[in-house]
């Protein structure tokens, strides 16, 4: 054989051996076989059987939970309500808790591990005496477990951080943080808020009979207190004032049976809060701020429990009953009105309603009203009419009286109504000051209004006694 040729083959020889490395290095692979020890079961059983609970052995203290019935209660008792899926994240700690893994078979020295002495030392005993008795020590290195050993067991595993922390739950750390009673802010029927100052803001939703009537305005509540006569809410405003409330939330549960309430601001509270529902009543009282004021002390009246609160929540207390009152002077409804007299402008005018019935041309419909509209005792176009009462009715109150003035008016409008209590009612318009007049209602100063609003209200009321065109 040739050299050429011996060194053909070797070339060939060399080039599949590199083809072969080729193929072999870039072979799909089989996936690794994954191994997966099985968790240690540390501690298994019914947890709806245990029927109590000791923390012990901890810089929190010591807390023993019992259950008597289907409820749960500290021992001694405390008039705390507790959060039910706490309760039951603290029984699954004792009921199925797993180990991650075995950190050591043979401790030689448990203070490494934070076990001698353990951090806290945590006992479920179940309905049939049987006792579960757990160890717990420092956070691991990883961070996110737990070493812990059991009674009875030398090994020292880890354990998921939730169960660790479980062990050092504190009273606070189980309790409700819900409002009790639970009211329903969309059936609110009654509200009262007392001021720091001294101010009383009182509703109570309209009756049925009050409710098919906007005199006092078109809110579902009627304005008891500050002023003088009820007024209605401003129904675009006034659940700001009367849900406000909803958004209290217990942020820190502060102390139970306080002994001195004078250190929280409750002795003598900046505000006190009634709130009604159908059902419920429940009465806040607040105290002064925490530290840098973020939050605010409060307690619910007959409650032996100081709480804090975020003070952002409260905004709504330092509402002004100016800004809730409906604003319309007196609207009632024109079907509610059979005349109005009004002196102004150095005269006096009589508009007047005449309403017939009709009988309904088919039996079973209701008769049809006809009302005609009349002018110092002249008949006027029913659009004109309806316009000019629109601006009559539209009166609004700009501003709180500051100051009481005689009652000699400029203008003063009476009304004659055929429903309500009163079925006559009489708005005064007197001399406040330069800009503005005061309103009085049947008698009474509250409110003050622009000069302007009469002053255009009379413009219109001049067009309607000539018969002319009564703008929007």
């Given at each position: ?24 290095i ?6 690794p ?11 298994k ?7 109590k ?72 005993t179940?309905k049939?005496?049987t ?66 100052n ?27 207190k ?33 002994k ?9 509270p ?18 002064s ?49 059979d ?20 009988k309904?041309?088919?039996?079973g ?27 009559l ?48 209602l049947?008698?009474?100063?509250e ?8 002053t ?13 065109k009564?703008?929007?």
């Amino acid at each position: 054989m040739s050299k050429r040729l011996w060194t053909l083959i070797i070339v060939v020889v060399a080039l599949g051996a590199v083809i072969g490395a080729y193929f072999w290095i870039t072979r799909p692979k089989a996936a690794p076989a994954v191994t997966q020890g099985a968790k240690t079961e540390l501690s298994k059983g019914d947890k709806d059987s245990i029927v109590k609970i000791t923390l012990a052995d901890r810089a929190e203290g010591t807390l023993v939970l019992v259950k008597k019935g289907d409820a749960w209660t500290t021992d001694p008792a405390l008039p705390v309500t507790f959060d039910q899926s706490n309760i039951d994240d603290l029984l699954y700690s004792f009921s199925s808790l797993l180990a991650e893994r075995v950190i050591d078979p043979a401790p030689t020295d448990l203070s490494q591990y934070g076990l001698k002495p353990a951090r806290a030392t945590a006992v479920a005993t179940w309905k049939d005496g049987t006792e579960h008795t757990i160890y717990l020590g420092d956070k691991t290195e990883a961070g996110n477990t737990y070493y812990l050993q059991v009674k009875g067991d030398p090994k020292v595993y880890s354990v998921w951080m939730n169960n660790g922390e479980h062990y050092h739950w504190k009273l606070a750390d189980l309790r409700s943080k819900t409002i009790s009673p639970a009211l329903k802010y969309d059936e609110v029927t009654y509200i009262k808020l007392t001021e720091s100052n001294g101010t009383v803001i009182e509703a109570r939703a309209k009756t049925p009979e009050e409710s098919k009537t906007y005199q006092l305005g078109f809110g579902s509540f009627m304005l008891l207190k500050p002023y003088s006569y009820q007024r209605g809410l401003d129904s675009e405003k006034q659940d700001a004032f009367l849900k406000g409330a909803q958004n209290i939330a217990i942020s820190t549960f502060v102390e139970d049976n306080p002994k001195d309430l004078g250190k929280y601001g409750l002795a003598h509270p900046s505000a006190e809060l009634i709130v009604k529902d159908k059902t419920s009543s429940i009465d806040f009282l607040f105290g002064s701020a925490v530290g840098s004021a973020s939050e605010t002390y409060f307690m619910i009246k007959g409650q032996p429990s100081v709480y804090s609160t975020d003070s952002s929540s409260l905004s709504f207390l330092a509402t002004k009953p100016f800004d809730i009152v409906d604003k319309f002077t007196f609207i009632p409804n024109i079907d509610d009105v059979d005349g109005v007299t009004i002196h102004g402008g150095g005269a006096t005018h009589t508009l007047a309603i005449t309403r017939t019935s009709k009988k309904a041309d088919k039996a079973g419909d209701p008769d049809v009203v006809v009302a005609t509209y009349a002018v110092d005792g002249k008949n006027a176009e029913e659009d004109n009419f309806k316009k000019f009462y629109q601006a009559l009715i539209g009166l609004q109150v700009e501003g709180e009286s500051a100051r009481r003035v005689p009652n000699i008016p400029e203008v003063s409008v009476t009304f004659n109504l055929n429903k309500g209590t009163s079925r006559t009612v009489r708005v005064d318009y007197a001399n406040y000051d330069r800009d503005f007049d005061a309103i009085f209602l049947n008698g009474i100063n509250e409110f003050a209004l622009t000069k302007g609003q009469l002053t255009n209200m009379l413009a219109k009321l001049d067009l309607l006694v000539k018969g002319e065109k009564v703008p929007d």
